[in-house]
């Protein structure tokens, strides 16, 4: 299958450098736009057909919505776009570089209505200055709304995060076309729109994600046992925490390794940092007589963090205290 970036609309971003290279990814240079939460992506492909020669790049995290905005890409040729399955918050953060966007776009952005649920309404103050570090001087955060709560949250976080200036708009037609604006407008709902420009002023830095480049993994010295008593095990570690879940045995099949019988178990974790949840396996497998080894699958292409690092130790303790094996060498 031909990998060159014109022809890769979905961006497999856990494999991408952070920022993302979007010069290559796209094939060239150009206005860079993103848009958060593109649904059904008909307002994405509209706006992208009707400037070729900008870039725009998308974000969702439902992949029904994913799959159903890459057909559309698909099916009309277009070029210019990129869409990404990742939250905003992450996103914005690692995907993108300081002063490299003109403008942001958030199309009818989950309201979270109830007053217990504010927080996770997306444009709080620290996305407004986030995103301030992300535009370009004269860029702007475009938000439509069917709610006007929302509409008044997000001009009182903006004031808070003190880099924009709120300017309420007519806004470009596309916009108040979106499936949920149709959807609002029939339903006799008022919509808003309001573009916060950036001033321009000094921005916060935000320091890289650390991703080491070696697989974590660990040796110890002994024989698994054919079983091992098992609970659910949380670790703090690093910014975030681990979660072992439950254990699976191999039980015959292919050996890939050419070790034959070798014994091997599977621990599914999830991995929480801030705005970025991963589940992962942390494989053990019986290397030689006297030398297991615990290291991370690489299924899921996980982007290996410290919090990450924390699932390969949570599983060595673990096979230390429930097995007797002893520890020869931590290399996480
Ligand atoms: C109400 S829908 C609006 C969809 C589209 N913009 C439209 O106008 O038809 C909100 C969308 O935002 C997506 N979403 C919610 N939180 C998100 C996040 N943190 N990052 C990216 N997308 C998100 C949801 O999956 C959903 O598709």
């Not at 921005?203 to 040796?219: G, I, K, Q, S």
């Not at 390969?312 to 429930?322: F, G, I, K, N, R």
């Amino acid at each position: 299958m031909d990998e060159s970036p014109t022809l890769r609309p979905l961006l497999p971003w856990r494999t991408c450098p952070f920022p993302v290279d979007w010069e290559h990814e796209f094939g060239r240079g150009g206005e860079l736009h993103l848009e958060i939460g593109f649904g059904d992506g008909r307002f994405t492909a509209r706006r992208a057909l009707a400037r070729p020669d900008a870039r725009f790049v998308g974000l969702e995290i439902s992949s029904a919505s994913v799959q159903r905005a890459l057909r559309r890409v698909k099916r009309a040729s277009i070029a210019n776009v990129r869409l990404v399955k990742v939250g905003a918050q992450f996103a914005l953060r690692q995907l993108f570089a300081p002063d490299s966007l003109s403008g942001i776009v958030v199309n009818f952005p989950d309201p979270w209505p109830k007053e217990r649920h504010a927080d996770r309404r997306l444009l709080q103050r620290d996305f407004f200055r986030l995103a301030a570090s992300r535009l370009r001087a004269g860029g702007a955060l475009c938000l439509a709304t069917d709610h006007p709560d929302y509409l008044a949250f997000s001009l009182e976080q903006a004031e808070l995060a003190g880099a924009f200036e709120a300017v309420p708009g007519p806004p470009p037609p596309a916009v108040f076309e979106t499936k949920y604006a149709l959807k609002w407008k029939e339903q006799g709902k008022p919509l808003h729109y309001v573009e916060f420009r950036y001033d321009g002023g000094p921005t916060d830095a935000y320091p890289p994600l650390e991703r080491p480049t070696t697989m974590p993994h660990a040796l110890l010295s002994g024989t698994l046992p054919a079983s091992a008593p098992f609970d659910k095990v949380v670790l703090a570690y690093g910014e975030g925490h681990v979660i072992l879940h439950e254990v699976a045995r191999r039980f015959g099949g292919a050996d890939d390794d050419g070790d034959g019988a070798a014994e091997r178990w599977w621990i599914r974790a999830s991995v929480d940092e801030p705005d970025l949840r991963q589940h992962l396996l942390v494989l053990v497998r019986q290397r030689s007589s006297d030398e297991v080894i615990v290291r991370l699958e690489p299924f899921g292409d996980p982007v290996i963090t410290p919090t990450v690092r924390g699932a390969v130790h949570a599983v060595t303790e673990w096979l230390w205290s429930a097995t007797g094996l002893t520890v020869a060498a931590r290399n996480y």
